[in-house]
């Protein structure tokens, strides 16, 4: 059973910075997409950022690329999101997902989910 456990959210103002993690108990010799996804209030969940734990090859979606950086350590099991230069639009729970098919950052071919953590920009 895969299990994702988010950290790292909270409240900033914008131009600020937050770092969420996202450590994943995923099998590290087998390649897999794991990805960041938030949900906006009273909007639909969207994809933000993934990685392939084996290539590193990275997605981002438009709003965010310049902006933010995702990464993965696989010795500690662990991506990571390095949210800068945050406007009040990033605003939204933000999920990890893992085992994801299809396109990367399409929310619906993803297997395992955390739990959420919230970021308000301000």
């Known amino acids: 059973h895969v299990q994702l456990v988010e950290s790292g959210g909270g409240s900033v103002q914008a131009g600020g910075s937050l770092r969420l993690s996202c450590e994943a108990s995923i099998d590290p010799n087998s390649s897999h997409c794991v990805g960041w996804f938030r949900q906006p209030p009273g909007k639909e969940r969207e994809g933000v950022a993934v990685?392939?734990?084996?290539?590193?090859?990275?997605y981002y979606t438009d709003s965010v690329k310049g902006r933010f950086t995702i990464s993965r350590d696989n010795a500690k099991n662990t991506v990571y999101l390095q949210m800068d230069s945050l406007k009040p639009e990033d605003t939204g729970m933000y999920y990890c997902?893992?085992?994801?098919?299809?396109?990367?950052?399409?929310?619906?071919?993803?297997?395992?989910w955390g739990q959420g953590t919230q970021v308000t920009v301000s």
């Open positions: 990685i392939t734990t084996g290539s590193g090859t990275t």
């Open positions: 997902a893992a085992a994801g098919s299809g396109p990367p950052l399409h929310a619906a071919g993803y297997q395992y």
